[in-house]
């Protein structure tokens, strides 16, 4: 990427949110679910063109072997999400100011769109499985539908009626596979099902932790008796509590606590956790944790890092944040 980009005068940041730009200043990409994206977007919710134009999040995917599998492995999945939005938050800057969040992207995301948002509660009942998340996924509004080179705008209409084949934007014509596929791809929960799992919770970060990110979710999921701890680590915690921590995360990052339950301690649980499985893996990798392990020692996030700067050695200037965050 660099090799592409230096001569043109571009550069990288790893960080979670613009800190400076203001919606104005961003070019669209010219993609037409875009265009659809961004109108649908400022009428159901808050923040999501925010999400779409100024946020940065790096994506795990991690394999499942059967139903049973992913059940367990998306429910310790959503349950951490939080620990990972503390421990990766780097987003503590917007629209040229502190903005009172160490990931103000995870605050955006509760403010976009509650239908295919969030932590997901009916994943943590009796009998979740493939059934109940594909009956969610179904009534979750659709945006479009992809024919002939062109997005047809299918906003607020329902995946049902278009199996039916009484779908307004297709009268009589009922979806492919693929129609599936894109529908699939318009759900946002903190962690989503494909024919992989997504792990949504964390900021973009700086190298280190841009590596430390599947190393984490690996340590976790790819042992099964770490991956049983894991879940022993966040069962006894109830939707609420799920949800508080979601929301402590993102304001306080490693600081913040819920419903009795306080982050750190989950953060370094789950960190230890990690290690072990990287470990029993014998191949070293637990090494590429160090920038985690530094922070359940010391409570100190990138984000802290940078708020620490930006009201101290920086003085208030935030351009200083463009060299800080380079990758």
């Known amino acids: ?17 613009a800190p400076e730009w203001r919606h104005e200043d961003m070019p669209v990409m010219p993609k037409g679910r875009y265009r659809l994206m961004t109108d649908y977007m400022g009428r159901v919710g808050t923040h999501g063109t925010q999400m779409m134009y100024r946020t940065s999040t790096v994506q795990v995917n991690l394999d499942y072997g059967s139903e049973a599998d992913m059940v367990k492995k998306m429910r310790v999945a959503l349950a951490l999400q939080p620990v990972a939005t503390a421990l990766f938050a780097s987003s503590p800057f917007f629209e040229g100011k502190e903005n009172g969040h160490r990931s103000w992207r995870s605050r955006i995301w509760r403010g976009l769109d509650d239908s295919r948002t969030g932590m997901l509660p009916f994943a943590f ?4 499985g493939f059934q109940r998340y594909v009956d969610w996924v179904l009534d979750v509004p659709m945006y479009f539908v992809y024919r002939d080179g062109r997005y047809i705008n299918a906003l607020g209409q329902s995946f049902r009626d278009f199996l039916k084949g009484e779908l307004p934007a297709l009268p009589g014509e009922k979806p ?4 599936w596929a894109d529908h699939m791809t318009t759900v946002f929960p903190e962690a989503r099902v494909k024919r992989y799992i997504e792990m949504r919770g964390a900021d973009c970060g700086d190298f280190a932790h841009v590596v430390a990110l599947p190393a984490f979710w690996v340590g976790l999921m790819y042992d099964q008796t770490v991956l049983d701890a894991g879940w022993d680590l966040v069962k006894g915690l109830d939707a609420e509590t799920r949800e508080g921590l979601r929301v402590a995360a993102s304001v306080d990052g490693l600081a913040g606590r819920a419903g009795g339950v306080r982050i750190a301690d989950l953060a370094r649980a789950a960190v230890a956790l990690s290690q072990a499985g990287l470990a029993g893996r014998g191949m ?8 985690l ?6 409570g100190v996030t990138q984000a802290d890092r940078w708020l620490a700067l930006y009201r101290g050695e920086w003085g208030g200037d935030l351009s200083n944040i463009y060299q800080a965050a380079s990758l």
């Open 284 to 291: 070293g990798e637990e090494r590429y944790l160090a920038p």
């Open 293 to 298: 392990v530094e922070a359940v020692e010391t």
């Open 176 to 179: 492919t596979l693929s129609d």
């Open 125 to 128: 009942e009796e009998g979740f």
């Open 1 to 17: 990427m660099r090799s592409l980009a230096d001569p043109l005068g571009i550069r990288f940041m790893g960080i979670g949110a």
